[in-house]
């Protein structure tokens, strides 16, 4: 059995957490539409083998964590689908259930393959809203309200047996406190938050860094990164969580990702800044895939070797 908090028992076991990469863009190249609201969490309902096959390939490629498909999984937007609550509640069960099934099956095959973790993905109010919100954080409820929207969630995601949460792609000061004083109605579990940037000294809304309970980025741009990770690390103790998308640009009306020029993906080269600035769970975010996250672990395990 996993100790209370894994997630701690873990870096204590190692310098460097790997986390895996992109989920729906991933599950975009393997031929899922995913132009709808629902984002990823439609691919539960339509083609979980394929959630469950993603994770596998991220444990397969030396990833030490899986987050769940459920960062825009809801009740509320299972609703607008005709979907009961209940109905809801077993898709987001569902998603860890994959999760979970994807870790056991890699670990009976490769029986040294050590702690691996799943993280249920926690995403903002603004995911709901599926028009780009998360990077912005330009929306207001009241507290009670943005808890009640989390609470479900939530307590699907613990009730399935995650061993951590992620409350990813946060974009706003009061929206994180709302999740704080929601967790407390959850003890037993460990959670690390990720914010979306408006800059290396802000998170979206506009909130200084330094006016925020931390752990670390997710989903913004590679170059900008390593200098907002500095800047954190800078008024924090806490270990460091980095998962940046591929450097593109997501245009939240076409629901498409772009680039200009031939810009190509390299987390490895981040790699060296991102953990002398203090981080110390990497993965990758959108855009990003298991050869990316293979080779992080590679080059991880490379320095590990000259120590």
């Avoid at 996993?2 to 986390?19: F, G, K, M, R, Y």
């Avoid at 009961?84 to 009976?108: G, H, K, M, N, T």
């Avoid at 200098?227 to 980095?242: D, N």
Wanted: aromatic content about 8%; glycine content about 6%; hydrophobic content about 45%.
């Amino acid at each position: 059995m996993l100790p209370e908090n894994p997630l701690a028992a873990l870096l204590e076991q190692s310098p460097v957490v790997i986390l895996d990469g992109a989920l729906a863009t991933e599950l975009e190249a393997r031929g899922c539409d995913l132009c709808d609201p629902l984002w990823s969490a439609k691919v539960l309902m339509e083609a979980p083998g394929l959630i469950y096959q993603v994770h596998y390939d991220y444990f397969a490629a030396g990833a030490q964590c899986a987050i769940t498909a459920s960062y825009q999984a809801t009740p509320q937007g299972f609703a607008a689908r005709g979907l009961s609550e209940a109905d809801a509640l077993a898709l987001i069960a569902r998603s860890v259930e994959l999760a979970v099934r994807a870790r056991e099956d890699y670990c009976v095959a490769h029986p040294d393959a050590g702690a691996l973790l799943v993280a249920g993905s926690v995403g903002p109010y603004g995911a709901f809203l599926a028009n780009g919100a998360e990077y912005r954080g330009d929306y207001h409820l009241p507290q009670a309200e943005m808890m009640a929207f989390h609470r479900p969630r939530i307590a699907a995601l613990v009730d399935a047996g995650v061993d951590v949460l992620a409350c990813e792609t946060q974009p706003s000061l009061p929206e994180m406190a709302a999740l704080l004083q929601l967790l407390r109605e959850f003890p037993t579990i460990t959670a690390w938050f990720s914010f979306t940037l408006r800059d290396e000294q802000h998170i979206s809304d506009g909130t200084p860094l330094r006016d925020v309970v931390a752990m670390g980025i997710n989903c913004v741009a590679l170059e900008s990164a390593a200098a907002a990770l500095a800047h954190l690390s800078s008024l924090t103790a806490l270990p460091l969580v980095v998962y940046p998308n591929s450097g593109q640009h997501y245009d939240a009306n076409a629901k498409r990702w772009s680039s200009t020029g031939e810009q190509v993906c390299s987390l490895t080269a981040h790699l060296s800044a991102w953990r002398a600035a203090g981080a110390r769970l990497i993965g990758g975010c959108c855009r990003t895939t298991p050869q990316d996250i293979a080779a992080i672990s590679h080059a991880c395990k490379h320095e590990s070797h000259h120590y």
